[in-house]
């Protein structure tokens, strides 16, 4: 982009009052920041469980009620999917220091970062508050901020950030959607603010979403994935002369298995083992988180537009620093399964012919909202069992 030095430049006047001028060193991202510590519970999602769990006792499903109350107690990424989400963050932080503190066990809050302008750009199931043509750029940097000021508060405490889910993948399979093509140097742009931004706190641990195997995994996609992903942690440093990355996430969301299908395109273990040597040689950390939240079933014909709502899903391993392969740091759980992941209702604003294909499972409430029949899916066929 002929004029990329000139809006760096302009970024990084904004973002002044947080940068300091001198040059940092690079910080020594050695260390696997899962390692050794106890998740934090999403307060909300085990909210959300135990009133699943009531409506299956109340149902007279007990057995199911039984399994379904361990979910509460694995530990999954707290989405902060819009402005209204940031004030949230201290007092999750709060809560596991207090808990660091009274156990003697590091604890480590799971964040994802999720509100790009023109968020979700080629489907429109999760569009989010911000676009392109309202000031979206400049309210997504005040929204990094505030995210910033949220954690700097609690500095004792790990935080492991998920960027910006689903935004790599549209930016290198997508931009003959126009709203795609609209929104990409704004997703390179607040991508590589919000790095810049969030690795000077020393807590902070990022791993930028690099979509899954099904979507970069291919020969001609996993190349171009490791030159955007270098491509935007450069531009971090242009901003911010320390900025760093601890690696990426894969299967954000999705159902991929880990080491357990043997085709290209279906196994995460086989997408991160492809990626990692592109990515050491373009110069960004090969380190890997993976969702296994609902990978659990893997016996069925996938298409390429099974992702809303998959009707033959169910939960996955349990997030573990125990990985088939030491490039992986941790099996994951970044979508809480049970909410949900876009609309049936055809007349909805943020409605996608995906999630009423032959593979979801319908009716189906909105982006994010609970949803009892799915969560009862999940907790019955989950593999390992609860």
């Keep these: 982009m002929k004029n990329s030095a000139a809006l760096f430049a302009l970024a990084a006047s904004l973002f002044a009052p947080l940068a300091s001028a001198t040059p940092v060193a690079a910080r020594d991202s050695s260390a696997n920041p899962f390692q050794g510590k106890a998740l934090y519970i999403d307060p909300l999602y085990s909210s959300q469980i135990q009133g699943a769990v009531a409506t299956l006792q109340a149902a007279g499903k007990t057995e199911l009620a039984a399994k379904a109350a361990k979910v509460a107690k694995v530990p999954a990424f707290i989405w902060i999917s819009q402005r209204s989400d940031v004030t949230s963050i201290s ?11 009274s156990t003697g066990k590091p604890q480590a809050v799971q964040l994802v970062v999720y509100d790009l302008p023109d968020r979700d750009c080629s489907a429109g199931a999760s569009a989010g508050e911000y676009t392109t043509d309202n000031a979206g750029e400049s309210r997504y940097e005040a929204y990094i901020k505030a ?6 508060r609690v500095p004792q405490v790990q935080v492991i950030i998920v960027l910006e889910p689903d935004s790599i993948g549209n930016i290198i399979t997508n931009l003959s959607n126009p709203k795609c093509a609209k929104a990409a140097p704004a997703y390179k742009r607040g991508i590589s603010f919000a790095i810049a931004t969030l690795s000077q706190l020393p807590n902070v641990a990022i791993y930028v979403d690099a ?16 030159t955007l992903l270098a491509e935007l942690l450069n531009n971090a440093k242009a901003i911010y002369p320390g900025a760093w990355v601890r690696g990426v996430a894969t299967d954000v969301s999705n159902y991929n ?23 050491t040689a373009a110069g960004y950390p090969a380190h890997f988180i993976i969702d296994q939240g609902r990978s659990g079933v893997q016996n069925y014909t996938r298409t390429g537009g099974d992702w809303c709502n998959n009707k033959y899903a169910g939960f996955g391993p349990r997030p573990s620093t125990t990985t088939p392969d030491p490039i992986v740091d941790a099996i994951v759980w970044v979508k809480p399964g049970g909410q949900g992941d876009g609309t049936s209702d055809s007349s909805a604003l943020r409605y996608d012919a995906s999630c009423s294909s032959d593979s979801s499972l319908i009716p189906a409430p909105e982006a994010g909202t609970w949803f009892q029949a799915y969560f009862e899916q999940l907790v019955a066929n989950a593999n390992p069992p609860f």
């Design 91 to 101: 007092g999750y932080l709060r809560e596991a220091k207090s808990t660091q503190t």
């Design 147 to 152: 995210i910033y000021s949220e954690i700097e």
């Design 211 to 226: 979509a899954h195997a099904g979507w970069l995994g291919w020969p001609g996609n996993i190349g171009p994935t490791a």
């Design 257 to 279: 298995g880990l080491g357990n299908q043997p085709q290209m395109g279906y196994d995460e273990l086989i997408y991160a083992q492809n990626l990692a040597p592109l990515l």
